[in-house]
């Protein structure tokens, strides 16, 4: 198994662009979350999903999108870069949001100049 | 809504002293709770988790983690660390928000340097 998987691991935007970083697990795991990493503030929650189909806003969501049209993949997007987004992006998946562990993937490194 | 405090972000040790992180938390209803560790530029991995039944929770690693409801405390103990220790550490809370969804939330995370 891969696990979690994230690209890309680094990524430069210009104020203003779009993009979109990918997230792909193969544990055949419902629940699948993103998570930006700040110094001092921890990983906040900016979307989650319990299934194909259903999302649903975290702590930080504004200007951030996702998507799960399938089990494995639950892309996020930014729809127009903003220097307060640079950041280290974390994709991680589990059975529930509950008692189960949290896999989480490698990470993506954003900076928006 | 639950949410979780971590009373250090930073905690210099000296190798093979003993270390406590420690973690409050917030929660109108039951909880699960979990410590995670994060070594330099890799993703968060879990040391130990507490579901139910003994307070006493081992971990990987040598780790442990004691669960004290009265005073809502969650801390992560070694009792002697070593330099491989060196990493972030994350406490976590999972419970319902008011919504009545399951949500996991982190603290802050306590950045752990063993010297030598």
């Known amino acids: 198994n891969a696990g979690v998987t994230q690209t890309p691991k680094f990524q430069v935007l210009k104020t203003g662009q779009s993009m979109t970083l990918q997230c792909a697990q193969d544990m055949n795991h419902e629940y699948m979350s993103w998570y930006r990493q700040d110094p001092g503030m921890g990983l906040r929650l900016i979307h989650y999903?319990?299934?194909?189909?259903?999302?649903d806003q975290g702590e930080v969501p504004n200007g951030y999108n996702v998507s799960r049209s399938t089990t494995e993949d639950f892309p996020l997007r930014l729809l127009s870069a903003a220097p307060s987004q640079t950041s280290v992006y974390f994709c991680?998946?589990?059975?529930?949001?509950?008692?189960?562990?949290?896999?989480f993937g490698p990470g993506t490194r954003l900076t928006v100049t | 809504a639950q949410s979780v405090t971590q009373l250090d972000s930073q905690v210099p040790v000296f190798e093979e002293a003993p270390v406590e992180l420690r973690c409050n938390y917030s929660s109108s209803v039951s909880v699960y709770l979990f410590w995670y560790v994060q070594y330099p530029n890799q993703g968060l991995q879990l040391l130990l988790k507490?579901?139910?039944?003994?307070?006493l929770v081992k971990g990987i690693n040598g780790f442990e983690a004691e669960f004290n409801k009265s005073q809502t405390s969650f801390h992560l103990r070694k009792p002697s660390v070593h330099i491989s220790d060196t990493a972030e550490y994350f406490c976590a809370v999972s419970g319902k928000d008011v919504q009545g969804a399951q949500k996991l939330v982190f603290g802050q995370g306590t950045r752990l340097t063993i010297n030598p």
């Open positions: 991680a998946s589990s059975y529930w949001a509950g008692s189960y562990e949290q896999y």
């Open positions: 999903s319990v299934g194909a189909g259903i999302t």
């Open positions: 507490y579901l139910s039944g003994s307070t």
